[in-house]
């Protein structure tokens, strides 16, 4: 049995991180369980070349504003990775990794964390591993069959192995079409998305849908232009629509050997898939619960399960609070997590 604590975080990345600092600020006793070996969470397994749609001052974590050469240059992966390292360093967050958490338990004084033969004990259990182990990829008939490339943005890093072949791209959200422009420089791209894709106008970036995402959320839809779905015209994207590159046709029927066939029975030669096609999240280790909904997910009230009072979510997504899978929303919604738990301690005179 490890050492108790009144919180276990699981997961190290930027909702983890964004929870410890309120944690730490609260004086509440924590630890976090990472399952990566390095820091950096999910941006260390993005592709090469990723561009988040925000500048710096709307990609930080609270407490200290990620660096940044100029006001108006959007970060990459390798800067984010390189901030969250020293983020966690800066505060001296107590983090054990790499420890992959396998299940929690229900006892009669809180919950057990049950990691690589440990088991540590804890009075609030806040669940922070977000989607990328979780990838999701649609199921067509002769999937199974492609004799080709196929992989998830998950697992995407460059287009340097797809130099001259015909790649289809499918999704239409940020990721599809970053991922599109760069493989149409050097590869014949068919972008195959749901309906037509929404490029939002060039002044518009991520700080206007964060504003945006947070007025929906206080009821005021009037005030909502876009979304954090739609996509976001960084300087690599632009160019490509600029230059007529990101041209997208609906969906396939079905896959063959080295083609994909169209609703109308035509087939087009494909040497590779690329799905961008999203996440779900990654909680299999609360199965043990009897919290998981048919599709997966955790009822809950500003992040806090409606089954289990003693667990808490942390950057899933909107169903867990608004635009919480973002750096910045993390930081906005353990800031309003946190006081909810030092209270539920109190209350319960666990503090």
């Known amino acids: 049995?490890?050492?108790?604590?009144?919180?276990?975080?699981?997961?190290?990345?930027?909702?983890?991180?964004?929870?410890?600092?309120?944690?730490?600020?609260?004086g509440v006793d924590f630890i976090l369980l990472d399952a990566s070996d390095e820091a950096g969470g999910a941006w260390r397994h993005g592709w090469d070349s990723l561009t988040l749609f925000s500048p710096a001052s709307y990609s930080s974590l609270p407490g200290w504003m990620m660096p940044s050469s100029s006001p108006t240059r959007y970060p990459g992966r390798d800067d984010v990775v390189d901030y969250l390292a020293r983020y966690e360093k800066r505060y001296g967050f107590r983090i054990e990794r790499p420890v992959?958490?396998?299940?929690?338990?229900?006892?009669?004084?809180?919950?057990?964390?049950?990691?690589?033969?440990?088991?540590?004990?804890?009075?609030?259990?806040?669940?922070?591993?977000?989607?990328?182990?979780?990838?999701?990829?649609?199921?067509?008939?002769?999937?199974?069959?492609?004799?080709?490339?196929?992989?998830?943005?998950?697992h995407y890093r460059s287009a340097s192995d797809l130099v001259g072949k015909s790649v289809i791209v499918v999704g239409g959200g940020n990721s599809g079409a970053q991922i599109a422009a760069e493989v149409s420089e050097v590869a014949k791209l068919i972008w195959v998305t749901p309906q037509l894709p929404v490029f939002l106008p060039d002044d518009v970036d991520g700080r206007v849908l964060f504003e945006r995402a947070n007025a929906r959320v206080l009821g005021n839809d009037g005030a909502s232009v876009g979304s954090l779905g739609d996509i976001v015209m960084v300087p690599p994207v632009k160019k490509a629509r600029d230059e007529g590159r990101l041209q997208s046709v609906r969906p396939f029927a079905t896959i063959g050997k080295n083609s994909v066939v169209w609703e109308d029975g035509s087939s087009t030669a494909a040497h590779a898939i690329i799905w961008c096609t999203g996440f779900r999240p990654a909680l299999g280790h609360l199965q043990g619960l009897g919290v998981l909904d048919e599709d997966g997910r955790v009822a809950n009230e500003n992040g806090r399960s409606l089954k289990q009072p003693r667990l808490w979510l942390a950057g899933y997504g909107n169903w867990t609070g608004a635009a919480s899978a973002t750096l910045?929303?993390?930081?906005?919604?353990?800031?309003?997590?946190?006081?909810?738990?030092?209270?539920?301690?109190?209350?319960?005179?666990?503090?």
């Open 100 to 154: 992959t958490v396998c299940d929690v338990r229900e006892t009669p004084d809180g919950l057990e964390v049950c990691a690589d033969g440990e088991t540590h004990h804890a009075k609030v259990v806040v669940s922070a591993t977000g989607t990328w182990s979780a990838p999701y990829v649609p199921v067509y008939e002769g999937q199974g069959l492609f004799e080709g490339i196929q992989l998830h943005s998950a």
């Open 328 to 351: 910045l929303g993390a930081g906005r919604m353990a800031r309003d997590v946190v006081p909810s738990i030092v209270d539920f301690l109190a209350a319960r005179g666990e503090r």
């Open 1 to 26: 049995m490890a050492e108790p604590h009144d919180v276990v975080v699981i997961g190290a990345g930027q909702a983890g991180l964004a929870t410890a600092y309120y944690l730490r600020r609260a």
